[in-house]
């Protein structure tokens, strides 16, 4: 049983991973091609970046895991961003700001990275506020009910399981209470 999956391990460390460097190429093809300096180049490489982050996430598929934007996920105020330019935008961003020392020495590139950190300041400003203004306090009247009927993975889409599925839901949906849920 342990030994099961064993076959997946070369595909999971080394096919997959070479699938989705394709994608880095892509974005360092662009880059390339695209004869720009200094700034310019900075900016052609975030957006190849960003785009290309966006076609592994639909094509084939999609992969969309790992975003560069995941590399927020400790700072909730830079997250708050999300709110308003979704994940792409918040990608776009954090390769931007990443790669603007690549331009150090290029005409423009200091205000450039002032311009960077400006933005990521505002992005951390926003987030600050948002959460600063976030209501926490508890909705009177609500009670919710999360239900977990933990469905094997093997038989979760079986069709000849859908009814046994469903009424394992609503069964733990329907089950007493002291205080009955107002949202499941």
């Known amino acids: 049983m342990l030994f099961r999956s064993v076959w997946f391990i ?4 080394l096919v997959l991973p070479a699938i989705v460097a394709v994608y880095s190429g892509i974005a360092l093809a662009v880059t390339q091609a695209i004869r720009f300096e200094g700034v310019g180049r900075v900016l052609v490489f975030a957006v ?5 982050e966006w076609l592994r996430g639909i094509l084939f598929t999609g992969f969309p895991w790992n975003l560069a934007a995941s590399t927020w996920v400790s700072v909730p105020e830079v997250l708050q961003s999300l709110s308003v330019v979704g994940a792409w935008g918040l990608t776009l961003l954090t390769v931007l700001i990443a790669s603007l ?3 150090l020495g290029h005409r423009f590139a200091k205000r450039a990275i002032l311009v960077g950190a400006t933005l990521l300041a505002i992005a951390w400003g926003f987030g600050y506020q948002r959460l600063a203004d976030a209501n926490s306090e508890t909705v009177v009247g609500v009670r919710l009910r999360l239900v977990q009927a933990s469905i094997p993975q093997s038989l979760k889409w079986e069709l000849s399981q ?3 599925t469903l009424v394992k839901y609503l069964t733990m949906t329907r089950s007493p209470a002291d205080s009955p849920p107002t949202l499941v």
Do not use: I, K
């Open 10 to 13: 070369p595909f999971a460390s």
């Open 48 to 52: 190849a970046w960003t785009a290309v």
């Open 162 to 164: 859908r009814v046994a």
């Open 101 to 103: 020392p690549a331009a």
